[in-house]
């Protein structure tokens, strides 16, 4: 029923079983026929971490009213009693509901959905759940209240199976139940537990979090001598470690983040400043690119928050440098109608192709360049006026609306546009919107209906798929809008984009509908991305019986688990007015730039 979807949401946003667990409204008197079509992770029911307020009679269902007087009723008897909550776990599955104790692991009661007539958050109390049934003694009606923590589930359960099949492993693969270690990390391991340091520790998960920082002590070793991805490296690696250190002063994080990054510095040792795309760990040099190839914008553009801290912490100004000169290199290049085209040669400082694009290769460099702006609380003029001098040239060039429509950032190659977005390019709704307050005063409204306008074409990438989620490319034709056109582009690998949209929208409009999308999101990855031993990609999301793809990306802990927990969080979790995000979603504090000379710490 509706109702379970708003407790959903009170169980402080994690995946229940919503709509494709109870059906329809009224009293229970038989399971609904759809559940032989329901998943079996979904039959096996979803667990909760509570806390029991208490229990109140009530004469007859009659749905939100009813139930919000009593759960009134519940929450001011427990405050006035003062008693310290009972922690319980709360099992939510077609069969019902099953409580039992934290402490002892008894059972206290197991309700039938038969007994079951009503199932709610309250509006009035967004953080408690309540269900009302029939009492097990005597045909009296029960209204049980539950206060919520703020643990997610669907965090535990990727980081449980990540730890139990794949722990010092990059990455986990769910459905053969082993560890994944990949070729862009350069023999560094652990790199879901570097991305997953700061989500543990702002869900209060902390059993979990010191786990993974004692790994992080006794087993993360930099003496690797593969090749690895200096963006990979820096945003998952170095900006997980700057973030783990800034929520809780554990030098740990910090040294390590230090080393990492003097292991990064080859890469920069180029004719023009601009780095390489991969460094070689063990000769200290450019790795398999160095006598050749393109560097491509969004790599080079997205250092500039972590090297800055990297500066700041260790002191050795060697690293703001070497950022500092790559943005002095694109601010004086030639740049074909003010647009910034993705590949540029690190020898010659050239453009390679005059391919532009928002999305892949080219999306991050705009996001840290207004970030750099708010990291340095609103000082790094220069950021910001290549900023909005972007954002007018895409807009004048790429920005496109769909006869359905819908706006859109298309691709620009040599002055010919393909009319598609891809998933990574749906980060820029969030964007627009936060840059949107310091515009010129003219441009802050257009610019805050322009962000609300992309996030609403990339919603409708997920609402026009079988499966409600994206697709990583979708175009805009005579024949489909916001829709992939063939199969090599219809997959969805647990990306954040969209939702990271969702969650900057709700912060800075607070409208409800990106919550109530966000939601769709996580119903959506509960029934299809879910497996028994972690969450998977899929190969296709227009069919509703879709192929895993057998990987658990550590963005999906860093981002999307994270970005989703913040959507539905107070405002004052993370403030934007004094975090701004890495493009993997790592928190860094404002005030800790080249231009403040802070030293404040936020922890």
């Known amino acids: 029923m509706d109702a379970l979807k708003s407790a959903g949401r009170a169980l402080i946003r994690s995946p229940s079983l919503a709509k ?7 009293r229970h008197r038989k399971l609904p026929e759809n559940w032989t079509d329901t998943r079996e992770t979904l039959l096996e029911g979803m667990l909760f971490s509570l806390k029991y307020l208490g229990m109140t009679l009530v004469e007859r269902p009659k749905g939100e009213e009813l139930s919000a007087a009593a759960v009134k009723r519940i929450v001011a008897t427990a405050k006035a009693s003062g008693k310290k909550l009972q922690k319980v776990t709360l099992k939510v599955s ?33 953080k408690v759940f309540a269900y009302i049934a029939q009492s097990q003694h005597s045909e009296n009606l029960e209204c049980h209240a539950f206060l919520c923590t703020k643990r997610k589930m669907m965090m535990q ?3 449980a199976n990540y730890r139990r099949y794949a722990m010092g492993k990059n990455e986990l693969r769910p459905l053969s139940k082993d560890g994944y270690q990949g070729h862009i990390f350069g023999g560094l391991n652990g790199a879901t537990i570097i991305d997953s340091l700061d989500t543990l520790y702002l869900m209060e998960l902390k059993e979990e979090f010191q786990e993974a920082k004692a790994w992080v002590e006794n087993y993360f070793h930099l003496n690797v001598t593969g090749e690895a991805s200096l963006f990979e490296v820096n945003i998952r690696y170095i900006g997980g470690l ?15 983040a230090i080393q990492l990054g003097e292991k990064l510095l080859p890469a920069f040792n180029t004719p023009t400043g601009i780095p390489k795309s991969v460094v070689n760990f063990k000769r200290g040099n450019w790795g398999w690119a160095s006598t050749g190839g393109s560097s491509i914008l969004a790599e080079c553009g997205s250092l500039h928050l972590e090297f800055l801290h990297l500066t700041e912490l260790s002191g050795n100004q060697i690293f703001a440098e070497k950022v500092r000169k790559i943005r002095r290199v694109l601010r004086e290049m030639k740049k074909p109608y003010g647009l910034y085209p993705n590949f540029l040669s690190p020898v010659t400082g050239n453009w390679e192709q005059h391919h532009v694009s928002i999305g892949g290769l080219g999306d991050s460099f705009y996001e840290y360049l207004i970030k750099s702006w708010l990291m340095s609380a609103k000082t790094d003029t220069e950021a910001k006026a290549m900023y909005y001098e972007a954002l007018e040239a895409i807009e004048m060039y790429l920005l496109n609306v769909s006869p359905g429509g819908l706006t859109y950032i298309a691709e620009w190659r040599g002055g010919i546009l393909d009319h598609k977005m891809g998933h990574l390019a749906c980060f820029s709704g969030g964007m627009i919107a936060l840059g949107a307050e310091d515009a010129k005063e003219e441009k802050r409204a257009h610019y805050q209906e322009l962000a609300a306008q992309i ?11 079988d499966t409600k989620l994206g697709p990583e490319a979708f175009w805009f034709n005579s024949n489909k809008e916001a829709e992939a056109t063939h199969e090599g582009e219809s997959y969805y690998i647990l990306r954040p984009e969209v939702v990271e949209s969702y969650m900057y929208l709700w912060r800075l409009t607070h409208d409800p509908i990106y919550r109530e999308w966000g939601w769709e999101v996580v119903t959506a990855l509960e029934r299809y991305c879910r497996t028994q031993a972690g969450f998977s ?26 970005y989703l927990y913040l959507l539905f969080s107070e405002d004052d979790t993370l403030s934007l007015e004094d975090w701004v995000f890495n493009t993997e979603a790592h928190p860094l504090p404002v005030n800790h730039s080249d231009s403040s000379g802070s030293t404040r710490r936020p922890y």
């Open 20 to 26: 494709q667990s109870w059906g329809g409204g009224g």
């Open 94 to 126: 077609p069969r019902g509901i099953i409580l039992t104790d934290n402490l002892t692991n008894q059972l206290i009661e197991n309700v039938s959905i038969y007994r079951i007539s009503y199932c709610t958050a309250d509006k009035m109390h967004d």
């Open 157 to 159: 359960f990727a980081w």
């Open 242 to 256: 700057l973030s783990a250190f800034y929520l809780t002063g554990e030098e740990v994080f910090r040294s390590k």
């Open 455 to 465: 996030t609403r074409t990339c919603h409708e990438s997920y609402a026009r798929s």
């Open 537 to 562: 990609g899929i190969h296709n999301v227009y069919s509703t019986a879709p192929r895993h793809d057998n990987k658990q990306q550590s963005f999906f802990l860093a981002e999307t688990l994270k």
